[in-house]
Every structure is written in C-alpha cells, then in structure tokens.
C-alpha cells in the first residue's frame, strides 16, 4: 500500500493540518414522505451532520448508519478525494435505493432510482491531490446500503478508504448558523442513561453517570423498535437534553413534547410541558411568553419497553407549528463534546 505512504506525507507536507481533517461530512435529512429518486433537498435541514471516516455501509432494515433514520430519508457527504497518483480511475457506487457521485461538479456515477443493493461505475482522469467530492445517497423503504469504491493505478477494487477522504474544517458547520453569541455551540448536550430496571415514571437519576453523552442538533426522534437514536440503549433508559433555546421573536409561544413513553419540557427552569406515564407516541403542549433571545431549555425523555420516540415542536409569533430547528438549539461551550 505505497500510496497510503504517499497520502501520510503529502498531508504534513501541505501545511494545512488545521484546515484539512480526515472523513466526509455527512448530512442526514429525514423525508417523511414517499420517493422515487433524488429528492430536492433545497431548504431542507439536516437532522443529523457528523463526519464519517468512510461511506462502506452494507444494506440493513435497522437505523442506518446508527442513526435512528430507515426509510425514506437521504445523505449527503461532501468532502475531497484524495488521489495518490496521476491516472484514470474507476469509481463506484452501491446502493439500495439510489446514489450519485459528482467529483468537482460533474456527475461521475448515477445510480439511481428504487432497487437493491446494485453497483454502478465511472471513469476519471485525475490528477494527484484533492479533489471535491459529493455523494447523494436516498431510501425510500426496506433494506438501506450504500458504499463507495475505487480502482486505480497501483490501486486494486477496494472501498475507498479513510485515509483518502477528508474535509474542510469549515464545512463541519454546514446547515449551522452562526452562533447568536460567542460562548454558544449547535445542538443540545444530551445526556443518555441506561436504568437496568423496569420504569413507570421520571427517574431519579442523582450522580449516575451517563451510558452516551453527546450533542444532538434537534430532539425529532420517531418511535421506533431497537436501540434509541444510534445509542446501544432499547429499552428502561432516560435521556436528559439540555442547552439554549433561541426564540427569534418575543411573543406567546406553544411548546410541544411528543414520546413513547414519557417527557417533560423545561425553561427557565420552569416546567411547561408534562407528558409523563407509559403510553404510545402521545402530544402535550403548554404555553409559555418568551422575549426575544436566549433561554434556558431542559427535555427530559424515558422510555420503558417496546418503542421510543421523542420529539419537541413549538409554534410562536410568525411560526407554524413545526419540530424545533437546530438553528434554534445551543448550548454553553463544552470542553469535553466540542472542539476547537
């Protein structure tokens, strides 16, 4: 593997370790609707942006990738190639349902459309270096896979690897605003609690430490059988969200917590919502005056057996009622979950 030698040192040579990090963002949309082919994502938001070392996911029935996402949802990665040797490559994508790949803006591999998993490729001269990279990848309904590979000189068929995709640092805020003040990160500290006992209402958790602790961007999550929200967590688990609500405009607004089994909704640390006890996907709402700016947010969620699924909406002066957008969501600055 002469050329991973190759990769390692034109990295270090380029000058560039802050501005270059290794992996593809990923921005995973939610549809919520029937499709044939490409969706247009236009104005839609991302559920869930993170960077994945690799796109080398076999088809599945179960959340793919670790999301909580299984049908009818779509990906795009973007990042850049990069290519250990001048010559004429062979790309290729695997899918169910479809996939497009585009290096510096034209399409390479269209494979589109429903069906299993099936391989479509192209052909590219390319020049050694990087070179942007997007690929669209949707499914519609039953299994779920896409991968991505490569051949080339001194190159035989493989996955592209890790070491060969990477991004801008500034493209890991994609779909994030700029924060509306400076102590502020995107998304929500979530903090996921395995119970080990069977539950009927809020816990008490005191000073047990979290199973999972990470950000989530937006607290949209649909009931669903197996582990919760790309977490190893199914069933007698709680989730504690915490951060910044961001109300663009003073006024009366609606908040909403809707789950399987139970949730609350704070802010300000008072309560606004109470949906607790066992039950199937349920709504509450409350309502609440918010000026204009920053507030303190707090969701709790806990689930007891069989499907779980939390999500929080909210509607307000000159907002339809609609499931709280990540614009919306921050939290304080976090040594330990974000970086510099």
């Known amino acids: ?66 999301t909580p996402l299984t049908e009818q949802f779509a990906v795009r990665w973007s990042g850049f190639l990069r290519v250990p040797k001048d010559g004429m490559w062979t790309l290729s994508t695997e899918s169910d349902d479809g996939s497009r790949l585009s290096i510096a803006g034209k399409v390479v591999v269209d494979n589109g459309g429903l069906h299993a998993m099936e391989e479509k490729s192209g052909q590219v001269e390319l020049k050694t270096g990087d070179h942007a990279l997007v690929l669209l990848f949707f499914e519609n309904g039953g299994g779920a896979g896409c991968r991505l590979s490569w051949e080339g000189p001194d190159t035989a068929k493989q996955p592209v690897p890790a070491a060969a ?38 816990p008490a958790i005191g000073e047990k430490k979290p199973a999972v602790r990470r950000v989530d961007r937006k607290i949209d999550f649909a009931s669903a059988d197996g582990n919760f929200a790309g977490t190893p967590l199914a069933d007698h ?48 709402s409350g309502q609440v005056e918010l000026k204009a700016g920053r507030h303190e947010l707090k969701v709790e969620f806990f689930e007891n057996e069989g499907g779980a699924g ?31």
């Open 1 to 66: 593997m002469r050329w991973l030698a190759f990769l390692a040192l034109s990295f270090l040579a380029s000058g560039q370790e802050d501005e270059v990090k290794p992996g593809l963002v990923g921005e995973y949309f939610a549809l919520g609707r029937e499709i044939d082919d490409f969706p247009a994502l236009g104005e839609l938001e991302p559920g869930i942006v993170r960077v994945d070392a690799q796109v080398n996911f076999e088809s599945t029935e179960e959340g793919f990738a670790g």
């Open 165 to 202: 995709l990477v991004h801008k640092r500034s493209q890991e805020s994609v779909a994030a605003p700029a924060p509306p003040e400076p102590d502020l990160r995107p998304g929500l500290v979530a903090e996921y609690f395995d119970l080990g006992e069977a539950v009927e209402d809020f």
């Open 237 to 284: 688990f709680f989730v504690r969200w915490s951060g910044v609500l961001w109300a663009p405009k003073g006024g009366k607004y609606t908040l909403f917590t809707e789950s399987d089994d139970g949730s609350r909704l704070f802010v300000d640390g008072a309560q606004v919502v109470l949906n607790g006890g066992l039950h199937p996907m349920e709504e509450q």
């Open 310 to 340: 939390c999500r929080v909406s909210w509607e307000g002066p000159g907002l339809a009622k609609a499931a709280i957008p990540a614009r919306a969501l921050w939290h304080k600055k976090d040594a330990a979950l974000d970086r510099e």
